[in-house]
């Protein structure tokens, strides 16, 4: 009898949230109520409450299954062995995922709560982390991984929002490549670029107009590398591992 109860729950909850999602996709945000799912979802209002908690439970339900969806689609995407490509990579993707499914994104980033994102944006903030420290290990990061992480989610974000809000025929997609070549070139030790010509000037890619070249690494750099690279040893103690992550990231954020 438990197990029924379960399994209808859990039926109801993947109804409620797949009648939401069509709402949001094809009403937008305001056409997610209460009255408007259990009726698209063929259950009673206390239902959604009692699975969710709150419609703000519900509308982080949305997102977070929305963005899963997407990552889902992506899995065929292996890291390669270039991290700062991997992250021009992951930087499309989004933007063609905000611009595929505008009124989600909007859901996961243009309402944000102070001091509580949700779900999906954390999900979606880990997954970004995780390709910034890939480069922090190649030796390629400028600045240390947290500053270099909040640069590309807000700029990155901002942009795709901004291209949301823009009409699709008004849309002039190399803003995102400008943007995102002007992030790689302040935060990584090499330019963008893989080729230059006789002039002088960096080479375009085919990611768009190529950002000039950066400054050689310094000790800042280095910082960031063995910062990122520190958890693969175990010869320190806690307490050497704990002052040598902070004199690292002393180094790094002063760089």
């Known amino acids: 009898m438990e197990t029924d109860r379960s399994a209808a729950a859990v ?11 069509r709402l949001l996709a094809e009403q937008g945000r ?17 239902t959604i409450y009692r699975l969710f908690g709150d419609k703000q439970g519900l509308l982080d339900a ?3 299954h929305g963005f899963a969806r ?6 065929a995407l292996a890291p390669t062995d270039d991290p700062v490509e991997d992250l021009r990579t992951g ?15 909007t859901l996961m980033y243009a309402e944000p709560r102070p ?8 999900t979606a903030l880990g997954i970004l982390t995780a390709y ?10 400028r600045v240390d991984v947290s500053r270099a992480t909040q640069l590309i989610h807000a700029t990155g974000g901002g942009t795709t929002l901004a291209l949301i809000a823009t009409p699709p025929d008004q849309r002039d997609l190399t803003v995102s490549h400008l943007a995102r070549e002007a992030v790689l070139a302040a935060i990584t030790t090499e330019a963008p670029a893989t080729g230059t010509p ?10 768009g107009p190529a950002a000039p070249a950066v400054a050689a690494p310094g000790p800042a750099t280095a910082a960031t590398t063995l910062r990122a690279l520190l958890p693969r040893t175990d010869v320190l103690t806690p307490g050497e591992q704990a002052l040598l992550t902070e004199l690292l990231d002393r180094i790094s954020k002063a760089g």
């Not at 039926?11 to 999602?21: F, L």
């Open 115 to 122: 001091g509580e994102p949700s779900p999906a944006a954390v």
């Open 62 to 64: 949305v997102a977070t």
């Open 91 to 105: 930087w499309n993707l989004n933007l063609e995922f905000g611009l595929a499914n505008p009124a989600l994104y």
């Open 132 to 141: 910034v420290r890939r480069i922090a290990e190649a030796g390629r990061l």
């Open 30 to 46: 305001e056409a997610v109520s209460t009255r408007a799912v259990s009726a698209a979802a063929g259950v009673q209002a206390p």
């Open 70 to 75: 997407h990552l889902g689609e992506k899995t």
């Open 11 to 21: 039926a109801n909850r993947d109804r409620i949230i797949e009648a939401a999602t």
């Open 198 to 207: 006789a002039t002088g000037t960096p080479a375009a890619t085919a990611h």
